[in-house]
């Protein structure tokens, strides 16, 4: 750690991956709901489970940006965080706002959240993904706001790099983007066409370029190559991530009741979304080969290669395995879009927060370079646990969907959903049977950063 103010990061990067832990732990409880309905119910019902669920997955997200930007900003630019003060402060503002939102949903009826929340006054509630109460969107925009003033203060008093630049015009687009959960309008098609404009312009636009930054940080950082030629990679895949991100939405308005050309766009630009994927993972192994050093964190440098190939596969190849218009007039809705959606998130934004994580932690905690080699081993196996579990998990809900399609849309005598649900439980099983080697994965993960102590002969990170 070269800057005092970086250890703000510390904070973020523990809450996230508590959160995450809470994450997994109430998708377990939904994937044993889908088997036996009424396990854990009324204490947990399934939709309650399903909102912890998605809404801490968006939390923790949004803390490890935070804590990479916290982290990141101050060596980019070579100087001390403007406000390290205030970067404490949101921290515990945002997780109270986190924890009570959490509660809120576990402890009373969400009809009575709203009405304690007084939603009536600006109605933003109710809308899968943006469940939070109107008072944590807000408080969640004054966060963001905070976030940018700090690192924008940063970047303005020090030095300007295209990492912190990019990364900066990420997070400013998704606190732009997410203003429009605040726009609840009566009209259903202009709903859902706007609520898109949160949560794919998010995590299928602005979450790439901070995805690209981090990305890129952590190869200069542990590579050793030339920052001009990684600069030159992250210009050209975030430039067609924001092309085919931007207009790729259309293929979220195929059958809301917008015009038909959508069917157009949206197929040809969601087509082309794999190419800045691919870009990632071809960037990513050419700096690793290319590198000039051998870093002694292995264990970042392989997070980092992961998250380009996964990333590649769930967002790009199982996303264009249902984009087309022609195709997902049968696939939408269905478990296909679920197989497409984990491995996608857990390629694209898991893997490159755990590995920022995994690169500023040890240094956050004294450790020079690298955590010692008995903990990077343990690490490398909680990688292969997640990862392998996760590509189980995408191939049974893959094969539910498949079978699902067939039976309910295709077959000469269609069933009705819950008819199919019963023929496709044994898919459900072999998913929550992976997702349980997903948690053993993450408590390995976790339990790695507790194992060994400073090894005295890594060197200092550059």
Do not use: C
């Not at 920052?227 to 939405?249: D, H």
């Amino acid at each position: 750690m070269k800057y005092q103010s970086q250890s703000v990061a510390k904070l973020y990067f523990i809450a996230a991956i508590a959160l995450f832990a809470a994450q997994i732990l109430f998708g377990l409880i939904m994937g044993l709901q889908y088997v036996v309905g009424d396990f854990l119910f009324p204490e947990i019902p399934f939709n309650v489970a399903r909102m912890v669920h998605t809404n801490t997955l968006i939390v923790w997200m949004l803390m490890a940006f935070m804590g990479a930007g916290y982290y990141m900003i101050p060596e980019e630019t070579e100087t001390e965080l403007f406000a390290p003060w205030l970067a404490n402060l949101m921290f515990w503002i945002f997780l109270a706002a986190a924890g009570a939102t959490v509660a809120g949903y576990l402890l009373v009826p969400y009809a009575t959240l709203a009405d304690l929340t007084m939603n009536e006054l600006l109605p933003t509630m109710g809308r899968e993904f943006l469940e939070q109460p109107t008072i944590t969107k807000i408080g969640i925009v004054i966060v963001a706001l905070s976030f940018l003033f700090n690192i924008g203060m940063t970047i303005l008093k020090g030095r300007k790099t295209v990492v912190n630049l990019v990364f900066l015009l990420g997070m400013v687009g998704l606190a732009v983007f997410f203003l429009f959960a605040f726009y609840n309008p009566v009209n259903v098609v202009l709903d859902k066409f706007f609520w898109w404009w949160v949560v794919h312009l998010w995590v299928e636009g602005v979450w790439e370029l901070i995805l690209g930054a981090i990305l890129a940080f952590v190869l200069i950082k542990t590579t050793g190559v030339d920052r001009e030629v990684i600069e030159k990679w992250l210009y050209i895949i975030i430039a067609m991530s924001l092309i085919t991100g931007i207009i790729g939405t259309g293929h979220h308005f195929f059958w809301i009741g917008t015009p038909e050309y959508w069917q157009w766009w949206g197929s040809i630009f969601s087509a082309m979304e794999p190419i800045p994927f691919f870009m990632m993972t071809v960037f990513a192994f050419n700096m690793v080969n290319k590198r000039r050093r051998e870093h002694p964190n292995k264990v970042a440098i392989l997070w980092a290669l992961g998250t380009a190939v996964m990333a590649f596969l769930g967002a790009g190849v199982w996303g264009f395995l249902h984009t087309l218009s022609p195709v997902n007039y049968y696939t939408h809705g269905t478990q296909i879009t679920a197989a497409h959606g984990h491995m996608a998130f857990y390629g694209a934004y898991v893997m490159i927060n755990l590995t920022i994580i995994s690169y500023a932690m040890p240094l956050l905690r004294g450790r020079n370079a690298a955590n010692p080699p008995k903990s990077q081993i343990l690490e490398m196996w909680s990688f292969w646990l997640m990862t392998i579990s996760m590509v189980f998990i995408t191939l049974f809900l893959t094969g539910a969907g498949i079978l699902q399609v067939y039976l309910q849309r295709i077959a000469e005598s269609p069933q009705s959903f819950m008819a199919v649900q019963d023929q496709i439980a044994l898919f459900y099983w072999l998913r929550e049977g992976a997702g349980l080697v997903f948690l053993i994965g993450l408590i390995v993960y976790i339990s790695s950063f507790f194992v060994g102590q400073s090894d005295p002969e890594a060197v200092a990170a550059d």
